[in-house]
T-cell receptor, first 110, second 115 residues
Framework: SQELEQSPQSLIVQEGKNLTINCTSS?????LYWYKQKYGEGLIFLMM?????EEKSHEKITAKLDEKKQQSSLHITASQPSHAGIYLC??????????FGTGTRLKVLA | DAGVIQSPRHEVTEMGQEVTLRCKPI?????LFWYRQTMMRGLELLIY????????DSGMPEDRFSAKMPNASFSTLKIQPSEPRDSAVYFC?????????????FGPGTRLTVL
């Protein structure tokens, strides 16, 4: 079955540093979503990408979807402790199946 | 808007007992999703509805699990009988529709512990 692989699984960075999280699928995706989850809480929607080559930004977070729509990256510039949490990518497959990556745990050291 | 509402937020029960989780989607959303999240398996889609009709329940682990959506503003996920391996956080999410440009909005989750 189609899966989403996220890397890295965990990340510890110093405050102010940039970081990138990747999400890869073996097949074309029909919608790619990035969510943030704080420990013990629900998922908060960040961004949605649909078109190949699309890029969106919100505050210091930028997400891109590659031309083939099989890989997405989430980039955080000048990280802050408030960015800490679990980042999940989710995607809609061709059969209206929603799948999620295993998540990337981010810790930002002050 | 209040967002997706789930209840209870925490549930502790003993093995063999029936558990009912509740969800109120965002008003106007036509699609509703039930997920389960564990450390081992991550976030798994259990079932989803569109216009109150179950579309895909292939993610429901066993016959012990059942879900209903009697109207556009309410859904339940029931586990009967519950087992310790059902312990997880259960999320409900809703969206305007099933197309790829319809973002899912998640509730805060119900943390279920089966002793």
């Amino acid at each position: 079955s189609q899966e989403l692989e996220q890397s890295p699984q965990s990340l510890i960075v110093q405050e102010g540093k940039n970081l990138t999280i990747n999400c890869t699928s073996s097949k074309t995706l029909y919608g790619l979503y990035w969510y943030k989850q704080k420990y013990g809480e629900g998922l908060i929607f960040l961004m949605m990408l649909q078109k190949g080559g699309e890029e969106k930004s919100h505050e210091k977070i930028t997400a891109k979807l590659d031309e083939k729509k099989q890989q997405s990256s989430l980039h955080i510039t000048a990280s802050q402790p408030s960015h800490a949490g679990i980042y999940l990518c989710g995607a809609l497959t061709g059969t209206y199946k929603y799948i999620f990556g295993t998540g990337t745990r981010l810790k930002v050291l002050a | 808007d209040a967002g997706v509402i789930q209840s209870p937020r925490h549930e502790v029960t003993e093995m063999g007992q029936e558990v009912t989780l509740r969800c109120k989607p965002i008003s106007g959303h036509n699609s509703l999703f039930w997920y389960r999240q564990t450390m081992m398996r991550g976030l798994e889609l259990l079932i989803y509805f569109n216009n109150n009709v179950p579309i895909d329940d292939s993610g429901m682990p066993e016959d012990r699990f059942s879900a209903k959506m009697p109207n556009a503003s309410f859904s339940t996920l029931k586990i009967q009988p519950s087992e310790p391996r059902d312990s997880a956080v259960y999320f409900c999410a809703s969206s305007l529709g099933l197309a790829g440009d319809n973002t899912q909005y998640f509730g805060p989750g119900t943390r279920l512990t089966v002793l």
